[in-house]
């Protein structure tokens, strides 16, 4: 009899402790799964990964995407907002990730997880096809540039104007649209950013924009982000194989020749970035 009464006694106790503990929660992949749906944050002023035409979305990110959806077997929706809410949008979960894309950083990646890099981001500097004065980047010396205000493109021209005498004056600008019309009225000199973007925005409009040649910045590539937690570990994880499956199959490089005029060589495993 004492046995049994120790029996239901260590039952129930059991019994109590499994009420007791949470229920496992599902990770960020599980949810987008459940839910049919990969929320993406962006800036839709960021050509060619991301920009309007006629309204409706173009560029790299939509199409590189919709390829992550049909992996994943869920739609994508995108949500457009100025660049400096993104990062706090996606610190308040309103969405899985970012398609930005971002320039990789030592600084970043203590806060955010990246995926695989898709394209190459080093800096460099966009002016007008007219203005014979600035031949090379040192030419911006004591002069107007624009950046996009909050970038690792803008930090990265901040570190390249202090290294000039006298040093250039920046402004910073909320989207790389408005930079380009200041650029195009003769409101600055020059914008530094990427090279991939500002490549696109010059094959748009030659006559008007050329890029300045070498790019000054240091070599940085742009990926993807989510929250650093281990509960979107395995969100990041299944874009990262949809990503070296597309360098496999040449999807990739076709993507880059389309959007960017050439295919890039980026890293296709975790590396430590020298910015």
């Given at each position: ?120 981001g080093t800096v460099a500097l966009l002016k007008r096809t007219k203005d014979t004065d600035l031949k090379k980047p040192e030419d911006i010396a004591g002069k107007a540039v624009g950046g996009g205000k909050g970038s690792a493109q803008l930090a990265q021209l901040r ?117």
């Amino acid at each position: 009899m004492r046995l049994f009464s120790t029996l239901k006694l260590c039952l129930a106790t059991a019994c109590l402790v499994t009420a007791a503990l949470p229920a496992h929660a599902e990770d960020q992949l599980a949810k987008v799964k459940k839910a049919g749906e990969l929320v993406v944050g962006t800036e839709m002023q960021f050509a060619p990964f991301d920009f309007l035409k006629d309204g409706k979305q173009e560029g790299f990110n939509k199409e590189f995407f919709a390829e992550v959806g049909k992996a994943l077997g869920v739609k994508v929706r995108f949500i457009d907002l100025p660049w400096p809410s993104v990062l706090p949008g996606l610190d308040a979960k309103k969405f899985d990730m970012v398609a930005g894309p971002l320039n990789v950083t030592k600084a970043r990646m203590e806060h955010y997880t990246f995926t695989l890099p898709i394209a190459d981001g080093t800096v460099a500097l966009l002016k007008r096809t007219k203005d014979t004065d600035l031949k090379k980047p040192e030419d911006i010396a004591g002069k107007a540039v624009g950046g996009g205000k909050g970038s690792a493109q803008l930090a990265q021209l901040r570190d390249f104007a202090n290294t000039l005498n006298p040093k250039p004056i920046i402004k910073e600008y909320i989207d790389n649209n408005q930079a380009y019309a200041d650029l195009a009225a003769g409101r600055i000199v020059a914008v530094g950013n990427s090279l991939t973007n500002i490549a696109y925005v010059a094959q748009q409009r030659p006559a008007m924009f050329t890029v300045v040649k070498p790019a000054f910045g240091k070599k940085v590539y742009f990926a993807y982000i989510g929250l650093k937690n281990a509960d979107t570990k395995p969100l990041l994880d299944a874009v990262d194989k949809v990503i070296l499956a597309m360098h496999k199959d040449g999807r990739l490089a076709a993507m880059q020749k389309k959007w960017f005029g050439v295919a890039m060589d980026v890293p296709v495993a975790p590396f430590v970035p020298n910015v």
